[in-house]
């Protein structure tokens, strides 16, 4: 499931903070769903991985203990051969997001977060948080800021703010200098991953209030 | 020089061709050899990230594990076993020392080839080499800073600042390295 006309892509430091294994849960989760429906962006990863082999090649060595490769070998017997994973069924969702949501997007428990925007937050670990959008076609999710940063995946549908149109398999990396208003497109509801590594500041009193209740 | 290239050139296909042997006949006597080069350095590598002595064995050993278990998965075309070796480590290293789970992409869809192209595999090996010695390259302190945030030891400050990572000086190899995988991936 990869989709071709992705325009906007993951920067060189998130791909490589994901491949050191630097990122909070919740950023890892958005950017392995990225790279599933991204060719372009799983070469890059590649790259930033084999940076990762080269430096296990010279970061020195450190003595294993006596029998520790006869201890490796009575593990090895010890689990017996791994099965494979069956391949991924034909779904509309990437992978590493079924396995969070347990299922497809009919499994998702939405809850309502005002003016027909729903969403639903993913369990992971709490540094950042994870959360599925959905905005019904043409309407907006308030005009918000960000103290940290924030990664908005569309899933299905396309947005539109004051940075540019975002279609599915597009990311937008948003960080403190960025007020934005996203407006689902007209044609269809769009549905989102979002992580976030703080709360959104909204520039609303309304939304300001109603905040804590929806951890929006 | 060149013959250090040599060297580990010869060094790379050597690592690709005892986990086929692995792979097709659980050949202890390659994995033995695996070990001994790669072990110390998964090791190393944990301590660095943080782990003591005592954790960062019984990582690199369930490490090594996990080698023999998934050879079937290895695709030489698109990983050096040094690379493919860190990414088990990485795994790991999220795991038991920051106790998070690691979300990975979906797999690409299985080809109709089972068999890597052989040309393939000769210039991604050939790829990584050369990343390596870019890297090595590097003027001390721009290649600390990408030692530390492989090690996860960059401070707050740091990752904040990380357009301060010297990509850019690296950034044609990494470009290589692209090239190559898109068409593996094809």
Redesign the interface.
């Known amino acids: 499931?990869t989709y071709v006309q992705i325009k906007h892509h993951l920067s060189?430091?998130l791909l490589?903070?994901y491949?050191?294994?630097?990122l909070?849960?919740a950023f890892?989760?958005t950017v392995?769903?990225h790279?599933?429906m991204c060719?372009?962006c799983?070469?890059?990863?590649?790259?930033?991985?084999?940076?990762?082999?080269?430096?296990?090649?010279?970061?020195?060595?450190?003595?294993?203990?006596a029998g520790?490769?006869e201890?490796?070998?009575q593990?090895?017997r010890a689990?017996g051969?791994?099965k494979?994973?069956a391949?991924?069924r034909k779904c509309n969702l990437?992978?590493?997001l079924q396995?969070?949501i347990g299922g497809d997007l009919d499994a998702v428990k939405w809850r309502s977060a005002g003016m027909g925007v729903k969403q639903a937050i993913l369990p992971?670990?709490r540094e950042a948080t994870a959360r599925l959008l959905f905005i019904p076609a043409g309407a907006a999710v308030p005009d918000h800021g960000h103290r940290g940063t924030e990664l908005t995946l569309v899933l299905q549908g396309a947005f539109v703010d004051e940075v540019d149109h975002f279609g599915p398999g597009d990311i937008e990396i948003a960080n403190e200098d960025l007020n934005h208003t996203p407006v689902a497109d007209i044609g269809a509801d769009c549905i989102c991953l979002a992580a976030t590594d703080a709360p959104l500041r909204f520039r609303g009193l309304i939304p300001r209030l109603a905040q804590p209740f929806l951890r929006i | 020089m060149t013959s250090t290239k040599d060297r580990k050139q010869k060094e790379n296909e050597d690592w690709v061709a005892c986990i086929a042997r692995i792979r097709e006949s659980q050949d202890e006597a390659a994995f033995a050899r695996l070990f001994g080069h790669f072990a110390p350095r998964v090791k190393a590598f944990l301590m660095r990230s943080g782990a003591d002595a005592t954790l960062a064995e019984e990582c690199a050993q369930e490490v090594m594990a996990v080698l023999w278990q998934k050879a079937h998965l290895f695709d030489p075309s698109r990983a050096s076993a040094a690379t493919w070796i860190f990414t088990i480590a990485r795994n790991r290293k999220i795991d038991a020392l920051r106790k998070q789970k690691r979300p990975e992409p979906e797999d690409l869809p299985w080809g109709n080839e089972p068999e890597p192209d052989q040309a393939d595999v000769l210039a991604l090996q050939q790829e990584s080499n050369q990343l390596g010695e870019a890297i090595a390259a590097l003027p001390d302190k721009q290649r600390v800073l990408i030692e530390k945030a492989y090690f996860s030891d960059l401070s707050h400050s740091e990752i904040a600042d990380q357009t301060g990572l010297p990509l850019g000086t690296i950034k044609s190899r990494i470009r290589l390295a692209l090239d190559r995988l898109r068409h593996a991936m094809k």
């Open positions: 499931m060189d430091a490589m903070a491949s050191a294994g630097n909070p849960e890892s989760l392995a769903a790279i599933s060719d372009e799983r070469a890059r990863l590649g790259a930033f991985d084999a940076m990762g082999g080269a430096i296990i090649e010279r970061c020195g060595t450190a003595e294993m203990n520790s490769l201890a490796t070998m593990r090895i689990t051969p791994v494979t994973a391949p991924a990437p992978q590493p396995d969070y992971t670990s």
